[in-house]
């Protein structure tokens, strides 16, 4: 409760309005010359299909949202348009805070360079300068627990290691809006629940959160607010309780 008043006055952080984002089923399927001369609704190709359609949403400082639907119904694809890594096709995202995204595996990170260069690199993009970074080093590596792989390149690292670097990175940023997919899965349970804490800390420090996870119990952990994405589109946007309640309805529990 004491969350919802203190979001209910903070500034809108994210505005979402009225997003599409197209891609193609089949990478090969190229134009061909004769469809630059198609009139305009001819050029909409038969393998394009609408990830997103008409989705809006406001976000203010300090919500945590989880986001849920089946596999392929563009929750990735939402906390990508809110990264700035992809843009929208229809629409407008307009973030106005910095943004600090686990949505990858790879979280960002170069496979060539080692370990210690990826943290550097990576915070340093981030606005963090070297000294900044020199003292957050150590318990960077001691929260990631890969001491021995420092001068590793990244790409020789297991699936779990990378993102046990990468969280342990981007949770140490301090942009105050951060994204969390589903990769912390790939981490071990003691891992997972180190993660959960820290990201409690970061909500208790006023961040906001984007989460997407299949897991129930991890969404009614963090979340308060949630949407429901169903083929690409917003069904609902409301109380976590709300949306996985109808989540479950349609397709069983998350
Ligand atoms: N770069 C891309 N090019 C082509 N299609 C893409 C691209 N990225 C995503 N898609 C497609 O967009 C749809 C939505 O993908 P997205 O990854 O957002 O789903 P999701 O809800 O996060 O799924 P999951 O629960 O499996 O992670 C899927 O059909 C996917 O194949």
């Not at 630059?36 to 997103?52: K, Q, T, V």
């Not at 307009?94 to 690199?121: C, H, K, M, Q, W």
């Not at 670097?165 to 942009?175: D, G, K, M, T, W």
């Amino acid at each position: 409760m004491a969350n919802a008043t203190r979001t209910a006055t903070q500034e809108t952080v994210i505005h979402v309005d009225d997003v599409g984002i197209r891609f193609r089923r089949n990478r090969r399927g190229r134009r061909t010359f004769k469809d630059l001369f198609a009139s305009r609704n001819r050029r909409s190709r038969p393998d394009e299909f609408w990830a997103l359609r008409h989705l809006s949403v406001e976000v203010r400082a300090g919500e945590a949202i989880g986001v849920v639907g089946r596999n392929g119904q563009g929750k990735s694809t939402l906390l990508k348009l809110v990264a700035g890594v992809i843009l929208p096709d229809e629409g407008s995202v307009e973030v106005s805070l910095g943004v600090a995204p686990l949505i990858e595996i790879t979280g960002g990170f170069v496979e060539d360079l080692s370990v210690r260069d990826n943290v550097y690199l990576t915070a340093g993009l981030h606005g963090m300068t070297r000294p900044m970074i020199d003292a957050r080093f150590d318990d960077i590596i001691d929260f990631a627990e890969i001491g021995g792989f420092l001068d590793t390149p990244y790409k020789h690292l297991s699936s779990g290691m990378k993102v046990r670097i990468a969280f342990a990175v981007i949770s140490r940023l301090e942009e105050p809006i951060i994204l969390v997919d589903e990769v912390l899965a790939v981490g071990d349970k003691a891992f997972r629940e180190k993660c959960y804490r820290r990201i409690e800390e970061l909500l208790a420090d006023g961040r906001t959160l984007f989460f997407v996870s299949h897991n129930e119990r991890d969404l009614r952990r963090f979340c308060t607010r949630g949407l429901y994405l169903d083929k690409g589109r917003l069904v609902l946007d409301g109380t976590i309780a709300d949306v996985l309640a109808r989540y479950d309805e349609e397709y069983g529990p998350a």
